[in-house]
Nanobody
């Protein structure tokens, strides 16, 4: 079974950049598509981006294009999300997910525990 562990979260300043990392383990993890979602307090979980198993194909939510970048290290079984020019509205719990494709959270079968990111103005 695939397991996901996010690392890094924390308090950052508006305008900063940060990189979230998700380490995947388990049988067949190298063939699994991966995605990032986020959930702000009082809001529904929101799709950020996904990347296919080889790291070649990506999809971004329209609102995330430009400041967000998803990447994958196939050899290390990690998926990263880089966020640039952080804004207070980026404050959320960021989740790594596996086994799905696209923006539907219900399609993803494995989830990480989440990494809280707080952006101060």
């Amino acid at each position: 079974q695939v397991q996901l562990v996010e690392s890094w979260g924390g308090l950052v300043q508006a305008g900063d950049s940060l990189r979230l990392s998700c380490a995947a383990s388990g049988r067949g993890v190298q063939y699994v598509n991966m995605g990032w979602f986020r959930q702000a307090p009082g809001k529904e979980r929101e799709f950020v981006a996904c990347i296919n198993w080889s790291g070649v194909t990506t999809i971004y939510a329209d609102s995330m294009k430009g400041r967000f970048r998803i990447s994958r290290d196939v050899a290390k079984n990690t998926v990263e999300l880089e966020i640039n020019s952080l804004k207070p509205e980026d404050t959320a719990n960021y989740y790594c997910a596996a086994g799905g494709w696209g923006s539907g959270a219900a399609e993803y079968v494995v989830w990480g525990q989440g990494a809280q990111v707080t952006v101060s103005s």
